[in-house]
Every structure is written in C-alpha cells, then in structure tokens.
C-alpha cells in the first residue's frame, strides 16, 4: 500500500455539528440549566478515504454522539452519567458511564461506584484518529468501586471490578487497576504532567478482550498491564508520549505466546491564530497495527467548533499498508 491518498471534497460536513476529539482528554465543564444539575456535550461528524494496497473506499459518518450528565445532591455528593452513540462502534446510544461521587472540597481522598471508564492508560492525543495505546490498553463498561486520594499536583487512586475474563468455574470480582499522576505548572511556560498505571488482567482490556470469546472468556492465568505517560508542554510546543504493555506473555487462547504492547509519542504546536498542528509517530509489538505516523491540522472556527484534517500512514501486523485521509467537523455544547 505505497499508493498517495488522494485527496477528498467534503463539503457537505459545513451544516453538520461536531466536538473535537484531537487533545481533549478532559471532561469539559458542564453546564447548568437547573440548580443541582448540569450537563454538556459532543457531536463529531467525519469524512474520511482509505486507500489500502490498492482497494479504497470513503465514509460520511456520525463519529460520535455524547452528552455528559452531572447531578449534585449535597457539596459532597454527586452522580454523574455519559450517554454515547459511535456510529463505527456500536452504533446504539450506550450508558458509557454511570457512577456516584463522594468527595468533600476540604478533604483530598474521594470514593466512586458505579460503571465507569478504568484508569488504565492516559491516550492523551492532539489527532482525530485514537491512539495505539488506547486501542489496546482502553477498558470501559464495568461496574467498579474506585477509592483515592486528590489533591495538587497528585492524584492516586485504586480500583477493583468483575472482568468479563474469568478463570475457569469462576465468577469473581477478580482484577484490580491501580494509577498515580501529577500535573501542574512551573512559572509561565512549563506545564507537565506525569503518571503510572497497574491493571491485574490486561486480557479483559477492550482491544484484547475478543481473543478470549471463542473460549467462553476463560484463562487459566492473569496476565497484568502497566502503562506510563508524560507531557511537557514549552510555550505554544507540547510533547506526549506513552508506553502502555502486557507485563508477561500470554499462556492460553488466541493471544498464547504473545506480550501486546504499544506505544505514542506526539508534538503538538499552536500558533498565534487558531491553528493548531499536531504530529504522531506510534507503534506496537503482538496487536493489529505494527506502525502508525502522521499529522492532524485544526482550526477553531468558533470557541467550542474545530475543523480539521488528518493524513494517518499504517503499516498492519499481516505486511498489509494503508493511508487515510480524515476531515471532521467538531462541535462542544
């Protein structure tokens, strides 16, 4: 798949509503309408050409649908819940996320529960597309208890759940995912931020998960994951990258003999108007994509609307390569 990516008119894309996904890791502010109760939102509409080894094809595509919901009972006390729709996911409207927060403004430790996203992984990104650590290390859509300790610049938490994995004859509440950062500012031009990750079964992970479907999701031995991360951020210069890893090989199923593991590095640059431009080399060992580069252009066309275009090169894990253009229109309310 040597081929140039030809280029594509999209222009249909100017009436529709989109939220930028590229660098947005945090949860925006929600909105208030209602004393006690807030809610925001995002929509990303996106055309795209992939050219792979000669065969291509296009798409016009609802990328994503969410709203973010957040009700507040006591200064303590909050539920909050993320209904998502992924036309190239799932494609039905999904409680993402469910989950009731407990943490006092003057005490730094803090308790959740509920069905929440795990903290394994941070896939901090300045591209439309998903990084590989994401792909391989995100793990959503379990019931979880999460206690921790929040107070500037460290965040500590530790986390337990039912994995989908089980061993055989089990039904357990069987791994644990552990995470610890930092972030903050030095004077006015420095701003980092830092972090570790620990999950006990790497293999209930949504990129890895599948390989365990046609043996009833049973292992016979957890494999856990680690991931570490850092961002720097020089002026308008930010520099990301991310190692996200299996911590043995794999004994049994589809994945035996195998350690997964990927990694992300990423500069991103935002000029004195609003342009923003960001490039991406990645790669990963034993998963679908063996190597990933390229670049992603945004501009604001209003405070809470970007348009922006990615060239993304791949070269697949059976010697198979492609190329994709990617324009998205992105909308926060």
Not at 197 to 216: K, M, V
Not at 260 to 269: L, T
């Amino acid at each position: 798949m040597n081929t140039v990516t030809k280029s594509i008119s999209l222009s249909c894309l100017a009436v529709l509503l989109a939220t930028p996904s590229f660098g947005a890791d945090n949860k925006q502010e929600k909105k208030e309408f209602v004393k006690g109760f807030g809610f925001s939102g995002l929509v990303e509409v996106e055309g795209s050409y992939i050219d792979s080894d000669g065969d291509s094809s296009s798409d016009l595509s609802l990328a994503t649908f969410e709203l973010d919901l957040e009700a507040r009972v006591a200064d303590w006390l909050s539920a909050y819940a993320v209904l998502l729709y992924e036309e190239d996911g799932d494609d039905e409207l999904l409680v993402d996320e469910a989950y009731i927060s407990m943490k006092k403004e003057d005490m730094p430790f803090f308790a959740e529960a509920g069905r929440m996203t795990q903290v394994f992984g941070h896939f901090a990104t300045g591209m439309i597309s998903d990084p590989l650590t994401l792909e391989l290390g995100e793990t959503k859509h379990h019931a979880t208890l999460r206690i921790g300790y929040e107070a500037d610049p460290v965040t500590a938490s530790l986390a337990v759940l039912k994995g989908d994995v089980q061993k055989p004859g089990k039904d357990d509440i069987n791994t644990i995912v552990a995470a610890i950062g930092a972030e903050g500012e030095v004077g006015e031009s420095f701003r980092y931020a830092l972090g570790a990750s620990w999950i006990s079964n790497i293999a209930d992970t949504d990129g890895l998960q599948d390989a365990y479907e046609p043996y009833g999701h049973e292992t016979s031995e957890f494999v856990g994951g680690y991931s570490v991360y850092g961002i720097a951020g020089i002026g308008s210069f930010e520099f990301r990258a991310e190692y996200l890893t299996a911590a043995d090989t794999f004994s049994d199923g589809d994945l035996a003999g195998l350690q997964p593991q990927a990694c992300n590095f990423e500069i991103g640059y935002d000029f004195p108007f609003p342009l923003h431009l960001a490039f991406r080399y990645a790669g990963a060992d034993d998963f679908e994509v063996e190597e990933q580069y390229g670049a992603t252009l945004a501009y604001d066309l209003a405070e809470e609307a970007t348009l922006a275009l990615e060239y993304l090169h791949m070269k697949n894990e059976d010697s198979t390569k492609s190329d994709m253009v990617t324009l998205q229109l992105a909308m926060e309310f």
